[in-house]
Nanobody, 126 residues
Framework: QVQLVESGGGLVQAGDSLRLSCAASGRTFANYAMGWFRQSPGKERDFVATIRWSDRSTYYADSVKGRFTISGDNATNTVYLRMNSLRPEDTAVYYC???????????????????WGQGTQVTVSS
C-alpha cells in the first residue's frame, strides 16, 4: 500500500505563491506517476499536473500552464507543486495522487490513479 500526505495549503491573496508538498510512504516503488488534482465546491475534480518518474516528463492543465510547476524528489518520495500568480479561481482542495503504469494519454484522468491523499485547502482571495 502507498500512503500520501499533502501539506502546504493556506489562504493567500491573488498574485501570491504557494508550494504544496506530497510525501509518499509504503510501496512507493510501485508508483509510476504522481499528480495533483483539485476540486472546488459543487464542481468535479480536475486534473492540475502530473510527473512521470521514469523520465521526469511533466503534464499540465491548460489553466495552470506557465504558472504552476510540478517537481519530484525520488530520494524522499516527495512531489511538489509550486503555484505562482495565484488567482481566485485556483481556490480548491488540492489532492495528491499516485498511479501505477498509465499511458501518456491517460495521465490526466483521475480514474487511473490508485491512491489519493486527504487533500489540502488552497484559498486565494481577490
Amino acid at each position: 500500500q502507498v500512503q500520501l500526505v499533502e501539506s502546504g495549503g493556506g489562504l493567500v491573496q491573488a498574485g501570491d505563491s504557494l508550494r504544496l508538498s506530497c510525501a509518499a510512504s509504503g510501496r512507493t516503488f510501485a508508483n509510476y506517476a504522481m499528480g495533483w488534482f483539485r476540486q472546488s465546491p459543487g464542481k468535479e475534480r480536475d486534473f492540475v499536473a502530473t510527473i512521470r518518474w521514469s523520465d521526469r516528463s511533466t503534464y499540465y492543465a491548460d489553466s495552470v500552464k506557465g504558472r504552476f510547476t510540478i517537481s519530484g524528489d525520488n530520494a524522499t518520495n516527495t512531489v511538489y507543486l509550486r503555484m505562482n500568480s495565484l488567482r481566485p479561481e485556483d481556490t480548491a482542495v488540492y489532492y495528491c495522487a499516485a498511479a501505477s503504469y498509465l499511458p501518456a494519454a491517460n495521465l490526466r484522468q483521475g480514474s487511473g490513479y490508485h491512491t489519493w491523499g486527504q487533500g489540502t485547502q488552497v484559498t486565494v482571495s481577490s
